[in-house]
């Protein structure tokens, strides 16, 4: 058990059992488990990664074996009255990646046998795995009587690293949907079948035998059942919050403050209540300090290949766009842009909702996940020596904290006549997405292409004290790029911003690629 500042945060425990018995803190979700288990047999629910569906699973599996002592002081001891003892069939699929169609067949089997011998049932040789299942399931009504529960966690993880293949997803998709074929067939048999992943079930095409799955992901009723609400931090980490502050040596709302803005922000229906990150949240309280734990716990590969196959830009990321509801259900493999699994992996979130058009407005929920994003894309847009990036970048970020533009340029002069030379550099545009990223890696807000009446600005970016109009060119010169700030009146669109407004020209030699020129002038 992970020791803390605190002593009583669950740091990477997944475990109902184990929380509950050595009294960790833990967010009661078991209103939701009594409705989702009386209110349908086949469930699914999609939530992004270490965002408590583990844990989920866990609670259905110990409610499911009757342990009525775990939900002591639980909402769920005042609903539930029979606490009915079901067999429960179990299967994690997280393991399962980065595997061909023979490793991926051996694991499957592997999982099957796990079960089997925690009934005592002994497998037919040479079985497929989806007659092996279906054999399990009936073996397990026949020797107990009752009807399974089966609990099937992270179900497209086979699939997940492959998404962007031609080659592999088909035969990986094939084999995975044979091995849930049963769980139609076996109906009779069985008393409910939950499964969780990142993407929806629809989108794998693997379920295509199976419709009769209820999607609950972006239903109202479940739209806390995963992550912690702000109603859940106010009142059952309360006292945490008191701890956490004077560790932090803030006021309990300043403290608040912080953690809104960093893991906050999360929606997964409209409307919604605030949802934070449930890993970084936890994580946080027990290190009494803000750090990107969710992000930094991994970036998975198929988001980076997706962002290359669909071609977007670092500041299209930053950008809030719409989707309508059935955007979401298109096939993996018929996606036209990325907007779906960018959402269903958590680096986007639904900001805002239309009933009438079912349609939703999408962007980055929180600071976290923003940096965090500017930071997986410094191997591909900066360099592939992401240490050196970090140093120049804190040298940038002490530079503009004292308000001084002129030696931040220096450093990110000095910076980039180190990067390596990339092909497809050769436009004004690439040079915005540097600055994009870098700024962003800052905390600023900061914007491309930002219209204005006359004309639109390069790069718009704001830091605590001031607002910085930046034009760019290439192979040029920087009094042009000041001159066009000036002709076309830039600043006056900024006019009301409540900050100074500085100018700034930067001119890139495109042989060297890094600033060659720059000019600053206070409006």
Not at 198 to 204: D, E, G, S
Not at 480 to 491: D, F, G, M
Not at 492 to 511: Q, S
Request: aromatic share 12%.
């Amino acid at each position: 058990m992970t020791q803390s500042l605190f002593g009583r945060y669950p740091v990477g425990i997944q475990t109902f059992s184990e929380i509950r018995k050595n009294n960790l803190l833990y967010i009661d979700k078991t209103e939701y488990v009594y409705r989702m288990t009386h209110s349908g047999k086949y469930m699914f629910l999609s939530r992004p990664r270490r965002f408590g569906k583990s844990l989920l699973v866990s609670t259905l599996h110990a409610y499911f074996e009757g342990r009525k002592e775990l939900f002591e002081g639980l909402a769920i001891e005042k609903l539930e009255k029979e606490w009915t003892q079901y067999p429960v069939l179990r299967f994690d699929m997280s393991l399962g990646k980065h595997m061909d169609v023979e490793s991926l067949n051996r694991y499957l089997h592997h999982l099957l046998q796990n079960n089997e011998e925690q009934f005592g049932i002994v497998a037919r040789e040479a079985e497929d795995v989806n007659i092996r299942f279906a054999n399990l399931i009936r073996n397990v009504y026949r020797q107990t009587g009752k009807e399974a529960v089966v609990l099937i966690d992270e179900y497209d993880a086979p699939l997940l690293d492959v998404v962007h293949e031609e080659k592999n997803l088909p035969a990986l998709r094939n084999t995975m949907r044979n091995f849930y074929s049963p769980l139609k067939a076996c109906d009779p048999y069985l008393r409910y079948v939950f499964l969780t992943g990142i993407t929806k079930f629809a989108q794998m095409s693997i379920f295509s035998e199976l419709n009769n799955i209820q999607n609950i992901s972006m239903l109202a009723p479940y739209a806390a059942i995963c992550g912690i609400s702000e109603e859940e931090i106010r009142t059952q980490m309360d006292t945490d919050l008191d701890k956490l502050a004077k560790e932090m040596n803030l006021t309990k709302e300043e403290t608040f403050d912080k953690l809104k803005a960093n893991y906050d922000g999360y929606h997964f229906t409209w409307p919604s209540p605030d949802i934070y990150n449930p890993y970084s949240l936890i994580n946080a309280f027990n290190e009494g300090q803000l750090k990107a734990y969710w992000f930094e716990s991994g970036t998975p590969t198929y988001l980076i290949e997706m962002l290359h196959k669909f071609n977007v830009l670092p500041s299209q990321l930053g950008e809030k766009f719409n989707a309508l509801a059935s955007d979401f259900d298109i096939p993996t493999e018929k996606l036209s842009n990325i907007t779906p699994l960018l959402y269903q992996s958590g680096y986007i979130t639904i900001k805002d909702g239309n009933t009438f058009l079912e349609s939703y407005t999408l962007g980055i929920p929180n600071r976290e996940v923003r940096i965090g994003l500017m930071k997986s894309l410094i191997p591909y847009y900066l360099t592939p020596n992401t240490q050196t990036a970090s140093s120049a970048i804190i040298n940038i970020a002490q530079c503009l904290y004292q308000n001084d533009m002129e030696k931040a340029l220096q450093n990110m002069q000095t910076f980039l006549s180190t990067v390596p030379y990339c092909d497809n550099t050769h436009y004004e545009g690439h040079y915005q997405q540097v600055l994009y990223i870098i700024f962003s890696l800052l905390g600023y807000y900061v914007d491309v292409e930002v219209r204005t009446p006359q004309g639109r600005v390069d790069v718009v970016m704001r830091s605590p004290s001031t607002l910085y109009i930046i034009e760019v060119k290439l192979d040029k010169n920087a009094d042009s790029a000041i001159e066009q700030i000036n002709l076309k009146n830039y600043p006056e669109r900024f006019a009301l911003c409540g900050l100074p407004i500085v100018k700034v020209g930067v001119n890139f030699d495109g042989e060297r690629h890094t600033l060659k020129e720059w000019k600053i002038f206070n409006n």
